[in-house]
């Protein structure tokens, strides 16, 4: 009897007797191991968002900008790590990737815990800790390529909507979880002596008042407790596809593979980093990004043909389309949950107050709600509906959801810059609190239902030898929004006009409804409504 973990040979899961049989058994078992996988790499790439909003109320040493950018470089490495990762499973095989990617996880989850222990912790550590957890943002690429193996082309888009959608409820349960395991000594002497709190903060469950006892180190151990047995699960429970990966090598030779992909990823992040400091945004990042390909291309051995057949993707027009369609959906879902937390503190925790002589100044606002409380909900809904968008788009096609939506981001974007201009410039923010958080859930449930149609797409366009990779590619490149959003909003927050960046975005969804239109929904479109 084969060994459950064993490479299978033979797959052909477009063959309906054999989904039936033997495929669909074998897909779900590797979709239940890959979606906390995939989770854990949410979380801990995402995480940033919420130790920053903490560590102003402890009165870390760090400017709003430094913290803003603690969140920008996890975005940027996560995103550029998705270009070589979206390339493993081809090279390295399913189940070698996911494992050795789930436990590289335990790095920066133990070296932020570590870092979080002292408050004179110096800032480069904290920014190589940023970097370094921008692996959990790399692995959606492979999780996602791999996913898609497993499933025929009837069920694109039930199997990378359950994959990306469940692996997304990492950014709400990491929202959640963290604020809650701060507020208890869990790990006792072991993660050392607890802080107090300088400004109020919060929960799920309500306000905690400054002066409170708070484990602010928690935020990184706390993920160990997972990693430790869902690497274990990986290893044991999944599977190589011969077919995909017709030549893994043993385990040591795919990790060293995999950890070669990856310096490549960590070395383009560092040059990104760098290049950010002396060049503007708009040029640093599309530098990055052809630093990691032209890179990828010169990696020498076995890896350099391979490499070289997938490129073949580039040449393809739909890899473009899709790509620009993908930012909108998943780029707009991870930008927001990157920025909003600290867009919260900022906008709400000031208003203006105007003296005796007519002066107006921007003074903290003693009732400002808590970003830890309220910052998981948009978060949650766009995970939560994503499936429901690769459901709908198997019944009525991807592109006339995605169509849809985007009328619905270019509406909800621009009022909220509306809201948040008001709410900025207000003597009482808090009354424009709950519309403004609407109004984010709208853009999140928006994002999310057109994650599972982009991916629908993606997966009826392209064929078996192509998908993976042009999902790797795809999202590595939507996955930038994690780095632009907080970028851009944390500048216009501070240059005192937030309304640009959701202006700005706005214009780049009216622009995707003409893409999508053009390539898949026009009377003599290219491909009809995949």
């Not at 270009?83 to 081809?90: D, L």
Request: positive net charge; aromatic residues 12%; hydrophobic residues 50%.
């Amino acid at each position: 009897m084969a060994k459950t973990n064993a490479d299978i040979e033979h797959w052909d899961v477009e063959n309906e007797e054999f989904w039936e049989q033997k495929g669909k058994r074998i897909a779900s078992r590797n979709l239940w191991i890959s979606i906390p996988s995939l989770l854990m790499g949410f979380a801990i790439w995402l995480m940033w968002g919420m130790i920053t909003t903490q560590m102003k109320n402890l009165g870390f040493p760090f400017t709003v900008e430094q913290l803003f950018t603690l969140t920008a470089i996890a975005g940027l490495a996560g995103a550029t790590l998705r270009i070589p990762a979206s390339f493993m499973i081809k090279i390295a095989g399913g189940r070698n990737t996911v494992f050795l990617t789930t436990a590289l996880l335990m790095i920066p989850a133990l070296g932020t815990g570590i870092a979080l222990m002292n408050p004179d912790t110096p800032f480069i550590v904290f920014q190589a800790l940023a970097l370094l957890s921008g692996i959990g943002g790399g692995n959606f690429a492979c999780s996602m390529s791999n996913i898609s193996a497993f499933y025929p082309k009837s069920k694109q888009g039930y199997g990378l909507g359950m994959n990306a959608g469940l692996g997304n409820f990492g950014v709400t349960t990491m929202q959640i979880l963290i604020p809650l395991v701060m507020t208890v000594g869990i790990f006792g002497a072991l993660a050392g002596d607890p802080m107090q709190l300088q400004n109020p903060s919060g929960t799920l469950i309500g306000r905690i008042e400054a002066g409170t006892d708070t484990w602010i180190q928690n935020a990184g151990f706390i993920w160990l407790i997972f990693l430790i047995p869902l690497a274990f699960a990986g290893w044991f429970g999944m599977n190589n596809l011969k077919v995909v990966t017709p030549n893994p090598g043993n385990p040591l030779s795919a990790f060293g593979k995999i950890l070669g992909l990856y310096g490549v990823g960590i070395l383009t992040s560092l040059a990104g980093v760098w290049a950010l400091g002396v060049l503007n945004m708009w040029v640093a990042l599309p530098l990055t990004i052809i630093l990691t390909v032209v890179l990828l291309r010169l990696i020498p051995g076995d890896i350099k043909p391979n490499i070289k057949n997938q490129f073949a993707i580039f040449g393809n027009k739909h890899t473009w389309s899709m790509t620009v369609l993908y930012i909108l959906t998943f780029g707009s879902f991870i930008g927001f949950s990157a920025a909003l937390p600290l867009s919260i503190s900022v906008i709400f925790g000031n208003m203006m107050e105007v003296a005796a002589d007519g002066t107006v100044s921007r003074v903290v606002n003693p009732d400002a709600p808590s970003a830890l409380t309220w910052a998981w909900m948009g978060p949650f809904v766009g995970a939560l509906i994503r499936p429901v968008g690769g459901w709908i788009s198997d019944k009525m096609g991807g592109s006339i959801v995605t169509q849809i939506i985007s009328v619905v981001m270019v509406v909800a974007s621009v009022a909220t810059g509306y809201v948040m201009m008001l709410a900025y410039n207000s003597t009482d923010p808090n009354s424009y609190f709950a519309l403004f958080l609407i109004l984010f859930i709208v853009m999140f449930a928006a994002s999310g239902i057109g994650n599972g149609s982009t991916f629908r797409s993606i997966g009826v366009i392209f064929d078996q030898q192509q998908k993976g990779p042009v999902l790797g590619w795809t999202s590595a490149i939507a996955a930038y929004g994690a780095f632009i959003a907080p970028r851009v909003m944390g500048q216009e927050i501070q240059a005192g006009t937030p309304e640009v960046a959701m202006y700005g975005f706005a214009v780049f969804y009216a622009l995707c409804l003409v893409v999508n239109w053009w390539f898949y929904l026009r009377k003599n479109a290219y491909i009809k409504n995949p």
